[in-house]
């Protein structure tokens, strides 16, 4: 059984001896029936016949990409799918051809189907199991062209962090998010995965502090944006000990103008972050200073972040227990 043969064109006639199941209940009280094309019901009775018989070939293989190709989100055919290259796989010489031209049929798939998360399960299951020598150097161009379509998808992501500590190989990534940020500085999912970079790459002082830079720059250009202020809270948890030097602690100040603990709510000024004044009532409040993060909470509570007052107000309650 040739690796040609399973990815030939689809052609009806190769079932003509496959006696379809049905695929519908016919049930007589059954209150929605659902109305199945008739070229579904054929090709999942042809699947489900096979799949009783549990048939590993070649046509087998066909039909899982016929109806991939018109049910994408159908794990039941994924699985089947899978359980049939593993077979053919176990007598085949050429494993790393094979999955390579798999992989290859998969990109196809993925293209069309942005938001189908069986489709990088199904890829996780090919490179922990089949593929010999997985690498980023295959996997990075697929996932480079879902992000650029679609800079937030979940589903990507999550892969990405998979194969990236799967494989071992973190040497693209950092490029990677520069570029992603530069041209979207919201972009979360970029920060996340920055995150996930700094934490797995077990940075030295030099790195941090560079990585520090790099995110006051970054809150210096969009100062109300809660991703790059979850960044430097996330450096300062992870890499210092939650010990915020003066220097830092002057930084974010810039962005609440200097705001006076005697300042009373008819005279609050204008500032240029909550995320900012948040991280100070925080800092503070590590620092035993819990008067001013009373008062930061106070602030935010009914001027600055007046929609989340009941959650400041539980952060002040904190404080006293």
Not at 122 to 130: D, I, K, W
Not at 146 to 167: A, G, P, Q, T
Not at 224 to 243: D, E
Not at 249 to 263: A, G, H, P
């Amino acid at each position: 059984m040739s690796q040609e043969e399973c990815y030939q064109e689809f052609n009806d006639n190769d079932y003509d001896d496959v006696t379809p199941m049905s695929i519908e209940t016919e049930l007589k009280d059954e209150l929605c029936q659902i109305m199945y094309t008739e070229e579904y019901k054929q090709l999942m009775g042809w699947s489900r016949a096979l799949l009783s018989k549990n048939e590993l070939t070649s046509r087998a293989m066909r039909l899982t990409s016929k109806l991939i190709d018109l049910a994408p989100a159908f794990y039941t055919v994924w699985n089947y799918r899978y359980n049939i290259l593993t077979h053919l796989l176990k007598d085949h010489q050429d494993k790393e051809g094979w999955t390579a031209k798999e992989l290859d049929w998969l990109d196809e798939i993925t293209l069309n189907n942005p938001k189908n998360y069986q489709i990088w399960s199904y890829r996780q299951s090919l490179l922990t199991n089949l593929v010999p020598t997985p690498t980023m150097k295959r996997e990075t161009p697929i996932m480079n062209m879902m992000l650029d379509e679609d800079s937030k998808n979940y589903h990507v992501w999550s892969y990405r962090k998979w194969v990236v500590k799967f494989i071992g190989d973190y040497s693209q990534e950092l490029s990677f998010i520069d570029m992603l940020i530069e041209r979207d500085v919201y972009n979360n999912s970029a920060w996340s995965h920055r995150m996930f970079y700094l934490k797995n790459i077990d940075p030295e002082n030099t790195v941090v502090e560079e990585e520090i830079n790099y995110v006051k720059d970054k809150i210096a250009l969009v100062p109300q944006n809660i991703s790059s202020w979850n960044y430097l809270r996330g450096i300062y948890k992870l890499f210092k000990l939650n010990k915020y030097d003066p220097e830092i602690i002057e930084f974010i100040t810039q962005f609440v103008n200097n705001l006076s603990i005697d300042e009373n709510n008819e005279q609050l000024p204008e500032i240029q972050s909550s995320y900012a004044l948040e991280l100070l009532a925080y800092i503070y409040s590590l620092n035993g200073q819990e008067n001013i993060s009373t008062h930061y909470y106070k602030c935010l509570a009914t001027k600055y972040d007046p929609i989340r007052s009941n959650y400041w107000k539980h952060k002040i309650e904190l404080l006293s227990q």
